[in-house]
């Protein structure tokens, strides 16, 4: 073998007995950390999402590296397919609302803008419905609901719950010109509220772009990767889902690869810190002229 490769004999002795470099080592711990991190994210995270995550943990690794080792280990995320189901289902009876978006999904500060949509969940049971409310600032999933039809009430639910959680002055909210977000009812609570309801148009995914994608990302990491036999279990999953991973934990590449519940987090810290200068000056001030 040694004449074959055309090495020494003694050199392959020595590399044989050689303790592992510091790089092999250092390889070894990094192989350790990117595993947990991708097993903590249910092996959905890619290498950008692991090497972000690393960061936040204090160690400072290259991407290059973090895809050179996860291609090793044979670790990869996943992808999201590619497409819209079109749901929506327009009565012509209803009148909609403005677009007062057009597909501007930018919030300078959160509780500003509201996106929202539902989906449906396939079950053995049959189809599981599920209405959300998302923050378009931090991405965050501030209201939901499930339901077993596609019903005014169910959207008004989720409302609802944003309304409760955020107490918002003036939001807009923004959906598609379902028949569920153009009833009577819906609009009445819109009104009640003082919520700006705002409506892109049928059949265009585009128009509510950012809500598509949440549920892009639900049935990329969750949905398709699951098989619920009652609509109690898929409703806990998905509970969890949003609760435990999607708001606290999971790292958006829209926000800096930081998590809905971070950003916000860090934006309120931030809002805080330029407040309290202005303070202490005039406290100090006020001291002086005394």
């Known amino acids: 073998m040694c004449k074959h490769l055309q090495v020494s004999t003694s050199g392959y002795y020595e590399w044989r007995s050689r303790s592992p470099s510091a790089r092999q080592l250092a390889n070894a711990a990094l192989c ?56 929506t289902k327009r009565n012509p009876s209803d009148r909609p609302a403005p677009d007062l978006v057009q597909r501007c999904f930018v919030a300078d500060d959160i509780n500003q803008l509201w996106v929202a949509d539902m989906t449906y969940i396939p079950t053995w049971q049959g189809f599981l419905y599920l209405a959300v409310v998302v923050d378009a600032c931090s991405r965050k999933v501030v209201g939901w609901a499930f339901g077993t039809r596609m019903t005014a009430e169910l959207v008004i639910a989720a409302l609802n719950m944003a309304l409760h959680t955020r107490r918002p002055s003036q939001v807009i909210h923004h959906s598609d010109m379902g028949s569920q977000y153009t009833s009577v009812a819906f609009g009445k609570r ?64 829209g926000l800096g690869y930081l998590s809905p519940a971070e950003f916000e987090r860090r934006r309120k810290n931030a809002q805080q810190n330029t407040t309290e200068p202005a303070h202490q000056i005039s406290d100090r001030e006020s001291n002086i002229l005394r």
Request: include cysteine; hydrophobic fraction near 40%.
């Open 32 to 87: 350790a950390q990117i595993t947990q991190i991708h097993q903590a994210s249910d092996a959905t995270y890619g290498a950008p999402r692991v090497h972000a995550q690393l960061g936040h943990m204090g160690q400072r690794v290259n991407l290059k590296r973090v895809e050179r080792l996860m291609r090793v280990m044979g670790l990869q995320g996943v992808s999201r397919r590619r497409g819209f189901v079109v749901t």
């Open 190 to 253: 819109c009104e009640q509220m003082k919520v700006r309801p705002s409506m892109g148009s049928v059949g265009d995914a585009y128009d509510n772009a950012m809500a598509e994608s949440f549920f892009a990302t639900l049935e990329c990491e969750l949905i398709e990767r699951r098989s619920w036999p009652t609509k109690a279990q898929a409703r806990l999953d998905i509970f969890s889902w949003i609760e435990s991973w999607y708001n606290p934990q999971r790292l958006h590449s």
